[in-house]
């Protein structure tokens, strides 16, 4: 199934003139040009820039490719409303690839050989990474993830991949393991999935502990379409002091449900990936035990006190309310944590796009150059999650984490991370493959 975004019509409203200003001050510009007057006869052609979207409408992943697809949309909107990427329309060309490694594949050809697309974005599951990014190598095609794996920054990947819009495990884990071992306990258990993006965390968190002269008690991995945790909870060792748990997939609610039933009214100080709950209402009755425990957050679900103008602004622009959920439905909460993710991916590629001067495929290797070129993101409309120092050696971006304790039912920050928390030695250089 393919859906695509078709050039707007040259309008604007109080809101993206607001949104046009933001980014103007966000990235310290000044324009005499009205933010939404779109300028595309000034371009060379008038054809559309195509990004391929890969999005996972079904499958595992279904609940954050639904919120990414939002997002995706609302920040395509913004680019056309402003004139698109290098005077030209961009246009968004989705597939779903399922959340299936094979799939993921088959959708990167797809892009590159039916849609002709400019550069794929928006991948999450790091096992459909992991099983796509070779493909998109070898079609030398841009291809930009939204994912956390460390398979990018590790440079096991190839030079055509970046993820310049979320920090990945590594640097989320090591940034906040202190924290976890000076306030919550030494003694650690870890529930993580069975694959990719749970061995990120298992490899990485048990180093971080470690470190902090911490023990790791126990290792769980569960297959993350798992729909019932009660024969591996039995596990946790008794001495636990820190119970860290990330699960992904349909079955969450039902993964921190089984757990406070396991627990009941004593259990360990506990520390949760988000993605444990993203999607999921935290007012949902059989929740009610994670009352006065811990979750990381790359974006804070709900407005904070010192809530910035630009997730005032971002939140306006994809339809969240300050609760984390749809404007439409109050019910239908987003997966916030991670979705700012492919907002500020879309706004890389047309930031390192209008770098290049790019006109065609015939520039792609001008653009890869462009990103590797890229030090810094500034706080702003582009990037409301916060700054972020790029390394264009490793295709990685490095940035803020933010813990977050419930407390009546909602998520309030407790600490955010510097940037220097989550940095580490750097030893993968793509730049020194061919292109």
């Known amino acids: 199934m393919t859906d695509k975004i078709i050039k707007p019509k040259s309008s604007f409203t109080r809101r993206s003139t607001l949104l046009g200003m933001g980014a103007a001050a966000g990235a310290g510009l000044v324009s005499s040009v009205a933010p939404g007057f779109v300028r595309y006869a000034q371009a060379q052609t008038s054809a559309p820039i195509k990004l391929g979207f890969e999005c996972h409408r079904t499958g595992i992943g279904a609940s954050y490719g639904r919120w990414y697809e939002r997002v995706a949309n609302a920040a395509a909107k913004i680019i056309n409303e402003e004139g698109g990427i290098n005077g030209r329309p961009v246009e968004l060309v989705i597939e779903d690839d399922g959340t299936d490694p094979k799939r993921g594949a088959e959708v990167v050809e797809k892009f590159a050989t039916q849609h002709k697309v400019d550069a794929v974005f928006g991948t999450l599951f790091s096992h459909v990474v992991v099983g796509a990014a070779p493909r998109a190598g070898e079609l030398k095609m841009p291809y930009l993830v939204v994912s956390e794996g460390t398979h990018v920054s590790s440079g096991s990947l190839n030079r055509y991949c970046f993820q310049p819009g979320i920090c990945d495990v590594k640097s989320q884990v090591i940034?906040?393991?202190p924290w976890i071992t000076q306030n919550l306990g030494k003694?650690?258990?870890?529930?993580?999935?069975?694959?990719?993006?749970?061995?990120?965390?298992?490899?990485?968190?048990?180093a971080s502990i470690k470190a902090q002269g911490g023990e790791m008690l126990e290792l769980i991995a569960v297959p993350p379409t798992e729909t019932s945790f009660t024969r591996y909870l039995p596990r946790i060792p008794?001495?636990?002091?820190?119970?860290?748990?990330?699960?992904?997939?349909?079955?969450?609610?039902?993964?921190?449900?089984?757990?406070?039933?396991?627990?009941?009214?004593?259990?360990?100080?506990?520390f949760g990936?988000?993605?444990?709950?993203?999607?999921?209402?935290?007012?949902?009755?059989?929740?009610?035990?994670?009352?006065?425990?811990?979750?990381?957050e790359g974006m804070p679900r709900y407005a904070q006190k010192d809530q910035s103008q630009w997730d005032k602004l971002y939140r306006a622009a994809v339809g969240v309310d300050d609760n984390g959920a749809s404007l439409a439905d109050p019910k239908d909460i987003s997966t916030y944590a991670h979705m700012f993710g492919v907002w500020e991916t879309l706004f890389t590629i047309k930031q390192a796009?209008?770098?290049?001067?790019?006109?065609?495929p015939e520039d792609k290797a001008k653009f890869i150059e462009a990103l590797e070129s890229i030090e810094k993101f500034d706080e702003g409309r582009d990037h409301p999650q916060g700054d972020k120092i790029f390394n264009g050696k490793n295709h990685q971006c490095y940035g803020h984490q933010n813990i977050s304790k419930v407390e009546e039912s909602r998520l309030n920050v407790v600490h955010r991370t510097s940037i220097e928390d989550g940095m580490y030695e750097v030893t993968a250089d793509y730049t020194k493959m061919a292109l």
């Open 238 to 270: 008794s001495d636990t002091e820190v119970l860290y748990h990330v699960m992904v997939g349909p079955a969450v609610l039902t993964f921190v449900t089984e757990l406070g039933q396991f627990y009941g009214s004593k259990r360990p100080e506990i």
């Open 175 to 177: 940034s906040m393991a």
């Open 353 to 360: 796009m209008e770098m290049a001067g790019y006109a065609g």
């Open 187 to 206: 003694k650690v258990t870890m529930i993580f999935p069975d694959y990719a993006f749970g061995y990120d965390h298992r490899d990485n968190l048990s």
């Open 273 to 296: 990936f988000i993605d444990s709950i993203e999607a999921v209402d935290l007012a949902t009755p059989q929740l009610s035990f994670l009352e006065g425990t811990y979750f990381w």
